[in-house]
Nanobody, 130 residues
Framework: HVQLVESGGGSVQAGGSLRLSCEASGGTYSTYRSYCMAWFRQPPGKSREGVAAIDTRGRITIANSVKGRFSIAKDNAGNTLYLQMNDLRPEDTAMYYC??????????????????????WGQGTQVTVS
């Protein structure tokens, strides 16, 4: 079972930048052939929404609300996931979660439609934009 630990959240003024990191650990990679890793966020009082995702082959899915401002990347080993957030806005204020799902075969292009598509989650890191 994979463990995900986020870091890098904080408070920033509008227009500023933050980079979130997600460290993955656990003996999952040798068992599965492919994966999706994603960032979701949950603003206060709202439901969790997908922000960006990346798969084993580096294919990226990104939400329209952050396109052009946020980017997702992973290290070559696939153990660390990043979310670079630029030009932050107050509406980006949320708890940000790292998520993952693993496939025994070649997985589909990563979805951001539902948190239920992912079965491993971190505890979250708070981002506050004022």
């Amino acid at each position: 079972h994979v463990q995900l630990v986020e870091s890098g959240g904080g408070s920033v003024q509008a227009g500023g930048s933050l980079r979130l990191s997600c460290e993955a650990s656990g003996g999952t990679y040798s068992t599965y052939r492919s994966y999706c890793m994603a960032w979701f966020r949950q603003p206060p009082g709202k439901s969790r929404e997908g922000v960006a995702a990346i798969d084993t082959r580096g294919r990226i899915t990104i939400a329209n609300s952050v396109k052009g401002r946020f980017s997702i990347a992973k290290d070559n080993a696939g153990n660390t996931l990043y979310l670079q957030m630029n030009d932050l806005r107050p509406e980006d204020t949320a708890m940000y979660y790292c998520a993952a799902v693993f496939f025994r075969g070649m997985g589909p292009i990563c979805s951001l439609n539902s948190p239920d598509d992912y079965n491993s989650w971190g505890q979250g890191t708070q981002v506050t934009v004022s």
